[in-house]
T-cell receptor, first 115, second 113 residues
Framework: DTGVSQDPRHKITKRGQNVTFRCDPISEHNRLYWYRQTLGQGPEFLTY????????KSRLLSDRFSAERPKGSFSTLEIQRTEQGDSAMYLC?????????????FGEGSWLTVV | AQSVSQHNHHVILSEAASLELGCNYS??????LFWYVQYPGQHLQLLLKYFSGDPLVKGIKGFEAEFIKSKFSFNLRKPSVQWSDTAEYFC???????????FGSGTRLQVQP
């Protein structure tokens, strides 16, 4: 499968623990996005990378959240000191900077449950 | 800031009925418009997109959408729905300078056989 892949698909963690999600974008895509989706809502933008540069961060991304894309390929999203309100699906997406660069492809998401 | 409104939160139709889902956005500049679909247990998939040109765009599975700039709308249509169209549908807007999508809250479509 050559789509966007995310790992793990499901994570249950205790409040206060740290969690990390990984995203591998489509191989030729240089843009990578993180979104969060809660039940009954559309995805909400969190942050965006072009290559290894983090170009935009949403206000939703509190100081407990950090995202990296060290070599411009895969990305990680870490949540420190998780809270119950962090329970959501975390979606990764990617796109290219070419002619079809405005088409964004999504992964299957990582479900986080904080208990 | 951009926003996207999907006024129909939950739509129930019988098979073969026609579908129209509303989407309005607020942004005065140049936008690209998208409809994504999320089937139960699956990831978001692109249904169709509008970048420029003919305001009536056709997507996969018989769906189409019409961009009406004066109304800031991008409604999704399908003449005859099938049970397999049961899914959640999301309208999204990208301003061409920002490169990130803003989504509506989604419309859950339930098609009864």
């Amino acid at each position: 499968d050559t789509g966007v892949s995310q790992d793990p698909r499901h994570k249950i963690t205790k409040r206060g623990q740290n969690v990390t999600f990984r995203c591998d974008p489509i191989s030729e895509h240089n843009r990578l996005y993180w979104y969060r989706q809660t039940l009954g809502q559309g995805p909400e933008f969190l942050t965006y990378f072009q290559n290894e540069a983090q170009l935009e961060k949403s206000r939703l991304l509190s100081d407990r959240f950090s995202a990296e894309r060290p070599k411009g390929s895969f990305s990680t999203l870490e949540i420190q000191r998780t809270e119950q309100g962090d329970s959501a699906m975390y979606l990764c997406a990617s796109s290219s900077s070419g002619a079809t660069g405005n088409t964004i492809y999504f992964g299957e998401g990582s479900w986080l449950t904080v208990v | 800031a951009q926003s996207v409104s999907q006024h129909n939160h939950h739509v129930i139709l019988s098979e073969a009925a026609s579908l129209e889902l509303g989407c309005n956005y607020s942004y005065g500049g140049t936008v690209n418009l998208f409809w994504y679909v999320q089937y139960p247990g699956q990831h978001l998939q692109l249904l169709l997109k509008y970048f420029s040109g003919d305001p009536l765009v056709k997507g996969i599975k018989g769906f189409e959408a019409e961009f009406i700039k004066s109304k800031f709308s991008f409604n999704l249509r399908k003449p005859s729905v099938q049970w397999s169209d049961t899914a959640e549908y999301f309208c999204a807007v990208m301003d061409t300078g920002r490169r990130a999508l803003t989504f509506g809250s989604g419309t859950r479509l339930q098609v009864q056989p």
